[in-house]
C-alpha cells in the first residue's frame, strides 16, 4: 500500500502515507485553495434560485494556471479560426458559457480541496504517517483534487502533451524545477492508482 492507493472492502481506498507526503498533500491544497480563490461574498444572497443564476466572470483567467483548470469551453486550441467573425463567435459563445458555469466550477474545485484537507488534518499524528481510508465518494473528491494539483504543477511546469512529460525525467538533480517535477510525478502515481480502486 505505501506510495498507491489500494482499493478496500465495501468500495473506497486506502493509502499509507508518511508525515512528509501528508505535508506535501496539504500544503499543495492550502495552494490551489489560494489559487482559486475564496467562496461567495458575505453579502451574497441566501436565496438559491438567485445563486442560481448569479453570473460569473466573462473573461477567461489572466493567471496560466487558473486558465488551465477554467478553460474555454469553445473552439479548439489547436485549429485558428478560418475568419475574423469566427473567431468573434467563438469568444462570445464561450463568454457566455463562462458567465454561467464558472463560479460553480470553482465551487466544486474548492468543495473537493477542501474535503482533502480536512481528511489529512483528520488522521491521527503519530510521527511516522498513517492510513488514509476514503469511501467511494470521498475517492471522486480526491480524484478531482489530485487531477487539478497535477494540471495547475504541469501548467507552471509548462507541460503541454505526453512529450514534455518524458522529459522530465531526464531533468538534472541540480534543475529548479526538479522538486516540482518530483511532486507531479507522484501526483500521477497517486492519482492513477486512485482511479484504478473505482474501477468495477
Known amino acids: 500500500m505505501p506510495g498507491h492507493f489500494e482499493p478496500i ?29 475564496p467562496g461567495p461574498a458575505a453579502d451574497a444572497s441566501d436565496d438559491p434560485l438567485a445563486e442560481l443564476f448569479a453570473e460569473g466572470p466573462s473573461e477567461p483567467p ?62 491521527a499524528p503519530s510521527g511516522e504517517g498513517a492510513v488514509l481510508k476514503l469511501a467511494p465518494a470521498e475517492s471522486h473528491r480526491w480524484l478531482g483534487t489530485l487531477n487539478d494539483l497535477r494540471l495547475a504543477i504541469g501548467s507552471r511546469l509548462e507541460i503541454s502533451d505526453e512529450d514534455d512529460s518524458d522529459l522530465l525525467f531526464r531533468l538534472p538533480d541540480t534543475d529548479p524545477r526538479k522538486p516540482m517535477v518530483m511532486a507531479y510525478l507522484w501526483l500521477g502515481g497517486l492519482q492513477e492508482t486512485l482511479v484504478t480502486t473505482l474501477m468495477p
Do not use: M, W
Open 9 to 37: 472492502p465495501g468500495g473506497g481506498a486506502a493509502v499509507a502515507l508518511d508525515d512528509v507526503e501528508i505535508s506535501i498533500i496539504r500544503s499543495l491544497a492550502v495552494q490551489l485553495l489560494e489559487l482559486i480563490g
Open 62 to 123: 489572466s493567471d496560466p494556471v487558473l486558465l488551465r483548470l477554467f478553460p474555454d469551453a469553445y473552439g479548439d486550441p489547436e485549429r485558428t479560426p478560418a475568419t475574423a467573425e469566427e473567431a468573434d463567435e467563438l469568444r462570445a459563445h464561450a463568454a457566455e458559457f463562462r458567465r454561467f458555469t464558472e463560479n460553480d466550477l470553482r465551487t466544486g474545485k474548492r468543495e473537493n480541496a477542501l474535503a482533502v484537507v480536512r481528511d489529512l488534518d483528520a488522521l
